[in-house]
């Protein structure tokens, strides 16, 4: 039951009670069988619980990939004083909307696959980060967070283990870069959210200066499912090197846009055609960014035989991020949709690096430029050469997320940009 | 290659009021934003787990209310206790500061570094880091249209053309009655149902240029 729309052909692990309000509550995520895991987690050897988690070879679901279980394994063997979980719940990539959605329908499960966490990494505190924006499902989260407590699920000595576990749920305030987990980090101490230089790494040094573990929402929701069925039953799913299910944020120009939840390895052909419903009448497929709009878009060839797991979108030629599909039509102007990111990312650029900081904004002023109708073949190599000098020298990788796009449409739609060039015309403005 | 027809088939589309897209589910707009689950939150915060976590835009300002008395005391005081630093609580009390006063003047920067015993210029410099604090005023409802690319490609910007036309206000003022300020945000995580809309708190979405009207007549209506 994925929301809003469902398909026959998802299999539904995380989404699962998506659509039905009583799974907010916690009776109603009882009765489908939750906090069995963490009643089983709590009594397990800590380590077991990350090599559970390593076997199924679960990936960060936040947009990196990295092997949660590995990550896990990196905090501290022994304790020397406190130690955090943070949940990044701020999503805010464009084209990304599946946080929202688990923390609005399943709220119980993130409650749950953080104090499993928190477990395994001996974690005194969990603090769930949401985007400011997020009034609602951050509501609902409360709430239950709330009924986990009275019912002694969080808190001293949970489910009569000895455990102590706290939880806080915290509202940011508008600013993309806090989804960087060190600007995070920064933003929960009440600092401006301004990446740090790593190392140290948070396994180390990481929020309030202690060995911090953090998370994407939908990799925490994950964790409960694989505590109570095993590693191995997780990777029944996707492919060798990409296991499990994910939730794909389908947007753009299908006629059923939405999210919904498929093993990896899935083909995009038949995300677009089959799930989706494709195009409306009369339009074709010009243009997919498979992850988000920090990834380089395809153009219709490369998505013939593209597969939608972490290696399969690199053969294509662009990265699944948070498998964010973004879905253009034959209708798309594509300098205007670059033009357009470029100015998001400007706009979000915290001013740290310079490369970042100017160049975002040269882009985005050429771009425009470009886009009126007064560029020149030459803006075409400037920005190739801006993007070259921002990837890969700055202390995150915004930057590069910026550069992306544009070199990889100038790549592949040079004729877009060449037609607005010589003749002052908008490709597909309609 | 898969069912070619269902792209011209009829397409499954509800929607509850304004709280988005419904498709397959049969679901009221109180069950679909949460409402019937959540009640109305008492102003003190409830438990503090959730305290630093409540709304932050309401229609009705009070801009001279002191920081903080009464219940709201009772929350930034709960605030306090789920941080190990002080500093940790500058967001979350600015959040409540701007839940009552309706935006963050520097007068109230000033007050909010005294509470939390931090110096003027450092809550002055977080404060303009983030883009939810309204430094200035604004109207009763502060509409934020997304025009980022998942709803820029479904006519975002043609929304936010309504709106603006519709409230007869130029971008970032406010309208002559004091009831709306309408901005351009980046993406809200509502792509899949564009365009979306923040109004004060809430999300609207699926928003069409010609839903426009109906949206702001509800607004004077029933207040959110
Ligand atoms: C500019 C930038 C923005 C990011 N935004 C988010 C975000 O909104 N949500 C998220 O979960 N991860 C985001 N990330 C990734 C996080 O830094 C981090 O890798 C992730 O939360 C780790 O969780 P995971 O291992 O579960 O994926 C962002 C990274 C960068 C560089
Ligand atoms: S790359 Fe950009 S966003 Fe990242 S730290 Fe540098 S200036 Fe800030
Ligand atoms: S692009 Fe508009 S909500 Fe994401």
Redesign the interface.
């Known amino acids: 039951?994925a929301?809003?729309?469902?398909h026959e052909r998802e299999v539904r692990i995380l989404s699962r009670g998506w659509?039905d309000?009583r799974t907010?509550?916690l009776e109603g995520w009882k009765a489908l069988g939750g906090y069995q895991a963490l009643e089983k987690a709590l009594r397990m050897p800590r380590g077991e619980v990350i090599d559970e988690v390593k076997a199924s070879g679960l990936r960060g679901r936040g947009g990196a990939g990295f092997p949660t279980g590995v990550k896990w394994s990196f905090m501290p063997k022994e304790k020397t004083g406190?130690q955090y979980l943070c949940c990044n719940a701020d999503?805010?990539?464009?084209?990304?909307?599946k946080?929202?959605e688990l923390l609005?329908w399943t709220p119980h499960q993130l409650i749950e696959g953080c104090l499993i966490a928190a477990h395994a990494i001996q974690a005194d505190?969990v603090f769930i980060y949401?985007?400011?924006?997020?009034?609602?499902?951050?509501?609902?989260?409360?709430?239950a967070?709330?009924e986990a407590?009275e019912a002694g699920l969080?808190g001293k000595d949970i489910l009569g283990t000895g455990i102590d576990i706290?939880?806080?749920?915290?509202?940011?305030?508008?600013?993309?870069i806090c989804g960087e987990e060190t600007a995070l980090m920064n933003?929960?101490?009440?600092?401006?959210?301004l990446p740090r230089i790593k190392p140290p790494f948070p396994a180390a040094v990481g929020a309030?200066g202690r060995p911090t573990t953090i998370n994407n929402v939908e990799t925490l929701c994950a964790v409960p499912h694989i505590v109570q069925h095993g590693g191995a039953w997780y990777r029944e799913q996707g492919t060798e090197k990409s296991s499990g299910t994910k939730l794909f944020?389908?947007?753009?120009?299908v006629?059923?846009?939405?999210?919904y939840e498929l093993p990896l390895g899935f083909p995009l052909?038949?995300l677009i055609?089959?799930v989706c419903?494709?195009?409306?009448?009369g339009r074709s497929l010009k243009a997919v960014?498979p992850g988000g709009?920090s990834v380089p878009i395809l153009n219709a060839a490369e998505c013939e035989d593209c597969t939608l797991d972490y290696e399969g979108v690199v053969e294509a030629g662009s990265m699944l991020g948070c498998a964010?599909v973004?879905i253009?039509d034959d209708t798309?102007d594509i300098v205007?949709?670059v033009r357009?990111?470029v100015d998001?990312y400007a706009?979000?650029s915290?001013g740290q690096c310079t490369p970042c900081r100017e160049g975002t904004q040269w882009m985005a002023r050429i771009l425009r430029r470009i886009e009126e109708g007064r560029g020149t073949e030459e803006d075409m190599d400037t920005l190739l050469d801006l993007g070259d000098q921002m990837t890969g020298t700055t202390i995150c990788v915004l930057s590069d997320s910026a550069a992306a796009p544009v070199a990889s449409s100038i790549a592949k739609f040079r004729d877009d940009y060449l037609a607005l060039i010589r003749r002052g015309e908008r490709v597909g403005a309609a | 290659?898969?069912?070619?027809t269902?792209?011209?088939?009829p397409?499954?589309f509800r929607n509850p009021g304004w709280a988005?897209?419904?498709?397959?589910?049969d679901?009221t707009e109180a069950?679909v934003?949460?409402d019937?689950?959540?009640?109305v939150?008492p102003p003190d915060g409830?438990?503090?787990?959730?305290a630093?976590?409540?709304?932050?835009m309401k229609a009705d300002k009070a801009p001279d209310a002191p920081l903080f008395e009464g219940p709201y005391r009772e929350r930034f005081e709960k605030i306090l206790t789920?941080?190990?630093?002080t500093?940790?609580?500058?967001?979350?009390t600015?959040?409540l500061a701007q839940e009552l006063r309706g935006h963050i003047s520097p007068d109230t920067m000033r007050e909010v570094a005294v509470l939390l015993d931090l110096p003027e210029a450092y809550v002055r410099?977080?404060t303009s880091?983030?883009?939810?604090?309204n430094k200035k005023p604004v109207g009763r409802f502060l509409i934020q249209v997304c025009?980022?690319?998942?709803c820029?490609?479904?006519g975002g910007d043609e929304v936010l053309a309504a709106f603006l036309k519709h409230t007869g206000t130029e971008l970032g003022a406010t309208s002559s009655d004091g009831d709306f300020t309408v901005m351009e945000v980046?993406?809200?995580?509502?792509?899949?149902?564009?365009t979306a809309v923040?109004i004060n708190?809430?999300?609207y979405e699926n928003v069409t240029p010609d839903g426009v009207p109906a949206i702001l007549e509800r607004l004077r209506a029933r207040g959110e």
């Open positions: 039951m929301f809003p729309y469902e659509g309000p907010r509550t406190p999503e805010s990539e464009p084209g990304t909307f946080d929202r609005r505190h949401c985007r400011g924006e997020f009034f609602e499902a951050v509501q609902v989260l409360a709430r967070v709330e407590y969080i706290e939880l806080t749920v915290h509202s940011g305030a508008g600013a993309y933003s929960l101490e009440g600092r401006r959210g309030f944020c389908v947007s753009g120009h006629v059923r846009p939405g999210n052909k038949d055609y089959d419903g494709g195009f409306r009448p960014i709009s964010s973004i253009m798309t205007k949709q357009r990111m998001f706009h979000e915290c | 290659m898969s069912d070619h269902k792209a011209s088939g397409i499954p988005g897209n419904t498709g397959s589910f679901l069950q934003r949460g019937d689950f959540v009640g939150r409830g438990h503090p787990s959730g630093p976590s409540y709304p932050y789920r941080y190990p630093e500093r940790a609580a500058l967001l979350p600015l959040n410099g977080v880091f983030y883009t939810m604090y025009t980022n690319i998942s820029n490609l479904c980046e993406c809200l995580a509502a792509c899949g149902t564009p923040q708190s809430r999300y």
